[in-house]
T-cell receptor, first 114, second 114 residues
């Protein structure tokens, strides 16, 4: 069965600083990987996704993620964090075929200091 | 991407009662998903609902507790039955749209059982 690990429960960064959120996955086939963001009281918004091809994926809001098969990782990065980036971030792996679904990690809460 | 309208956005219910959550999509979709997000936790898939067939429930979730209807390709409901305080969670519906495995989420229903 697939699984996703987000080792950091909570990260605090200063506004303008760079950000990296870690995600490790376990899946027996080629993974389909996603990053979602959830602001307080909101649903989930897709930041970016990876299926194949270029291992560096660009997303919305200036985010990018790099797929590293050898490390089973899909870390999310942003060069300069804005106060509005404070939210919960979820990494997910997608399974397809007859059992299509997303499996989510436990999430990383991001706090941005002024 | 699809636009999902989920109702109600929040509710406070008495234990022992039931609540039906509605999910309306602005386009026809084959698969709809229902997730639960318990306080401070990640998302857990409750069931997958395809139009014209019985919903498929994940381990730990049963139809008697979470009956689902899927009468057409744009609408689904999830009922939380005989509620207890442990059912207090955010419930989200999600759809997969198009061929790019894009999963869109509703804004969620925040349920509090007292």
């Amino acid at each position: 069965a697939q699984s996703v690990t987000q080792p950091d429960i909570h990260i605090t960064v200063s506004e303008g600083a760079s950000l990296e959120l870690r995600c490790n996955y376990s899946y027996g086939a080629t993974p389909y990987l996603f990053w979602y963001v959830q602001s307080p009281g909101q649903g989930l918004q897709l930041l970016l996704k990876y299926f194949s091809g270029d291992t560096l994926v660009q997303g919305i809001k200036g985010f990018e993620a790099e797929f590293k098969r050898s490390q089973s990782s899909f870390n999310l990065r942003k060069p300069s964090v804005h106060w509005s980036d404070a939210a919960e971030y979820f990494c997910a792996v997608g399974t397809f075929g007859s059992a299509r679904q997303l499996t989510f990690g436990s999430g990383t809460q991001l706090t941005v200091l002024p | 991407s699809a636009v999902i309208s989920q109702k109600p956005s929040r509710d406070i219910c008495q234990r022992g009662t039931s609540l039906t959550i509605q999910c309306q999509v602005d386009s026809q979709v084959t698969m709809m998903f229902w997730y639960r997000q318990q306080p401070g936790q990640s998302l857990t898939l409750i069931a997958t609902a395809n139009q014209g067939s019985e919903a498929t429930y994940e381990s730990g979730f049963v139809i008697d507790k979470f009956p689902i209807s899927r009468p057409n390709l744009t609408f689904s409901t999830l009922t939380v039955s005989n509620m207890s305080p442990e059912d207090s969670s955010i419930y989200l519906c999600s759809v997969e749209v198009g061929e790019n495995y894009g999963y869109t989420f509703g804004s969620g229903t925040r349920l509090t059982v007292v």
